[in-house]
């Protein structure tokens, strides 16, 4: 099983960028993903999720500024991150879900002026 993250950077408040998780290994169709993130010093938390019905959950702090969706033929998931804030500085990880769950390495994503 693998969960490749991408799209990471150094971007400035208020710019966008787009995460994706390429998945491998299992049948993603099946499975929930999900986005966490961990800030330097903090615990990880939930950004997003999406079952495999489609279902979505955002963390507050992130509703109506991220998007969280999925692409079951190319086996990939993504989280378009738009205004983004300097709190949303952390590493994104990338997880699957179902009667385990999987973890991507993680991206990183900063927030600067």
């Known amino acids: 099983v693998q969960l490749v993250e991408s799209g990471g950077g150094l971007v400035q408040p208020g710019e966008s960028l787009k995460l994706s998780c390429a998945a491998s290994?299992?049948?993603?169709?099946?499975?929930?993903m999900a986005w966490f993130r961990q800030a330097p010093g903090k615990q990880r938390e939930l950004v997003a999720r999406?079952?495999?019905?489609?279902?979505?959950n955002y963390a507050d702090s992130v509703k109506g500024r991220f998007t969280i969706s999925r692409d079951n033929a190319k086996n990939t998931v993504y989280l378009q991150m738009n205004s983004l804030k300097a709190e949303d500085t952390g590493v994104y990880y990338c997880?699957?879900?179902?009667?385990?769950?999987?973890w991507g390495q993680g991206t990183q994503v900063t927030v600067s002026s």
């Open positions: 997880n699957a879900q179902f009667y385990t769950t999987y």
């Open positions: 290994g299992f049948t993603f169709s099946y499975w929930a």
């Open positions: 999406i079952a495999r019905d489609s279902r979505i």
